[in-house]
């Protein structure tokens, strides 16, 4: 009897603070470069490294915009990391590693992570538990492969054109993805709109009349 394949899942984390056309365009291109059968969109409960920003939309308001960005797209917004408690990645890859067995995963990020990636709570424990899909940021090249991470990383880097094969791939394994940049940033997003997020949110009830 053949050996029913197992759902390859890209896995996506982020604030989402607003989601934008460009993870919509990395999620799409990771899904023909790597033979994903959905891309899943985590939208974090808070970011460790960016709470002290100050610019943080209500959760609410990023999955929102998340949920309309991913539309008719085979891209699942989750909030699976505000019902499992998790606060870090590699708790949350743990955990969805157990619940879902009959999955495959493959955790993807920006080049603008893995510069950073290093900061991570059990940053190699993420890198032994799934394969890892960088995609290519402008500005961000050269900051990533002189990452303290990828001095770690560099010889379980895959060549792009196996990308496909990632199920088989020993870990760690990490794969080094280029598509077209897209321009979006959330960064941007937040400047040009500040409040943003109140096209996602429940206008607040007016004062009740005299």
């Known amino acids: 009897m053949k050996t029913p394949t197992r759902t390859r899942i890209g896995i996506l984390g982020g604030s989402f603070n607003p989601a934008h056309?460009?993870?919509?365009?990395?999620?799409?291109?990771?899904?023909?470069?790597?033979?994903l059968d959905e891309v899943w969109w985590l939208v974090s409960p808070g970011n460790p490294l960016k709470e002290k920003s100050g610019d943080?939309?209500?959760?609410?308001?990023?999955?929102?915009?998340?949920?309309?960005?991913a539309r008719h797209a085979p891209i699942r917004v989750s909030a699976i990391e505000q019902h499992l408690g998790t606060r870090y990645t590699v708790d949350t890859v743990t955990k969805l590693r157990r619940i879902y067995p009959k999955k495959q995963f493959i955790w993807l990020m920006g080049s603008?992570?893995?510069?950073?990636?290093?900061?991570?709570?059990?940053?190699?424990?993420?890198?032994?538990?799934?394969p890892i899909a960088v995609i290519a940021r402008p500005g961000y090249e050269?900051?990533?492969?002189?990452?303290?991470?990828?001095?770690?990383?560099?010889?379980?880097?895959?060549?792009?054109?196996?990308a496909k094969n990632w199920t088989q791939w020993?870990?760690?394994?990490l794969v080094l993805l280029r598509f077209r940049p897209d321009p979006h940033s959330a960064t941007q997003l937040r400047a040009a709109d500040p409040a943003w997020q109140r096209h996602f949110l429940p206008d607040e009830p007016s004062p009740p009349s005299a």
């Open 21 to 35: 056309a460009g993870h919509r365009a990395i999620s799409l291109a990771a899904l023909d470069a790597l033979a």
């Open 56 to 69: 943080m939309a209500p959760f609410a308001a990023r999955f929102a915009s998340a949920t309309r960005v």
């Open 142 to 162: 050269h900051a990533a492969l002189a990452a303290p991470a990828m001095g770690w990383l560099r010889r379980a880097r895959r060549p792009a054109h196996q």
């Open 112 to 130: 603008d992570n893995l510069a950073q990636f290093h900061q991570w709570k059990g940053w190699r424990r993420i890198a032994r538990e799934v």
């Open 170 to 173: 020993r870990l760690p394994a």
